[in-house]
C-alpha cells in the first residue's frame, strides 16, 4: 500500500527557509507527480507545484519565483525549499500526487502524506 | 479569492440530501477540465472523494455521487449522516493560470 510520509522543521522565524521533504513507501517512484499542496489555518488548499523522477518542475506561478523542489530517486523522495519565508507562509504542508492509481484521473489528487504544520513567528 | 466558487457552509438533518456547487468558468471547468472532490474531516489531510466528475474510490459510498455542466460542478450527499460532517473542496485545473486550483471549501454541518 502507497504511502507518504513528510517531515521538516515546524517552527520558523521571518526571513528563514522552509524545508520539507517526502518519502514514498510501498510503490513505484518513477513515471508520476510529486506535488506539495499548503493549507493555512482556517483557508482553504493552494497548489503550490509538482516535480517528477526526472526533477522536471511546474510551479503555482503565484509562487513561482520563490519555490524549490527537487528529486531524490535513490531514497523515493522529494523535498521542497522556499525561502525567506514571513508570517502568510504558515500553513499546513501536504505531499501528495495526482494520478498514482489506474482508476483515478491524471490530474486528482489521490495519495496524501498526513501534513506537516509550519508556523512562522518571531 | 479561488477562481471556483463553493458556498461557505451548508447543513442538513440526518437522512436528509444535501448539495454542495462549485462554480467556475471558460478557463477551468467550462473549458473541459474535469472536477475533483475531497472530504477533509477535522484535523486530517483531504480524502479524494469523486474523481472525473463523477465517479467514486472504491470505498467511497454511493451516497456521494457528483456532477458537472457547463462551468460548474456539484456534490450531492443523500441519506446524510453524523461522520459526513466535513469540509468539502472542489478541484479543477485552470488554464489562464497554469495552475490546479481549489475551491474555497465547503463546511458541511449535520444538524
Known amino acids: 500500500q502507497v504511502q507518504l510520509q513528510q517531515w521538516g522543521a515546524g517552527l520558523l522565524k521571518p526571513s528563514e527557509t522552509l524545508s520539507l521533504t517526502c518519502a514514498v513507501y510501498g510503490g513505484s517512484f518513477s513515471g508520476y507527480h510529486w506535488t506539495w499542496i499548503r493549507q493555512p489555518p482556517g483557508k482553504g488548499l493552494e497548489w503550490i507545484g509538482e516535480i517528477n523522477h526526472a526533477g522536471t518542475t511546474t510551479y503555482n506561478p503565484s509562487l513561482k519565483s520563490r519555490v524549490t523542489m527537487s528529486v531524490d530517486t535513490s531514497k523515493n523522495q522529494f523535498s521542497l525549499k522556499l525561502p525567506s519565508v514571513t508570517a502568510a507562509d504558515t500553513a499546513v504542508y501536504y505531499c501528495?500526487?495526482?494520478?498514482?492509481?489506474?482508476?483515478?484521473?491524471?490530474?486528482?489528487?489521490?495519495?496524501w502524506g498526513q501534513g506537516t504544520m509550519v508556523t512562522v513567528s518571531s | 479569492q479561488s477562481v471556483l466558487t463553493q458556498p461557505p457552509s451548508v447543513s442538513g438533518a440526518p437522512g436528509q440530501r444535501v448539495t454542495i456547487s462549485c462554480t467556475g468558468s471558460s478557463s477551468n471547468i467550462g473549458a473541459g477540465y474535469d472536477v475533483h472532490w475531497y472530504q477533509q474531516l477535522p484535523g486530517t489531510a483531504p480524502k479524494l472523494l469523486i474523481y472525473g466528475n463523477n465517479n467514486r474510490p472504491s470505498g467511497v459510498p454511493d451516497r456521494f455521487s457528483g456532477s458537472k455542466s457547463d462551468t460548474s460542478a456539484s456534490l450531492a450527499i443523500t441519506g446524510l449522516q453524523a461522520e459526513d460532517e466535513a469540509d468539502y473542496y472542489c478541484?479543477?485545473?485552470?488554464?489562464?493560470?497554469?495552475?490546479?486550483?481549489f475551491g474555497g471549501g465547503t463546511r458541511l454541518t449535520v444538524l
Open positions: 501528495a500526487t495526482r494520478g498514482y492509481f489506474g482508476w483515478s484521473s491524471v490530474d486528482a489528487f489521490d495519495i
Open positions: 478541484q479543477s485545473y485552470d488554464r489562464g493560470l497554469s495552475a490546479w486550483e
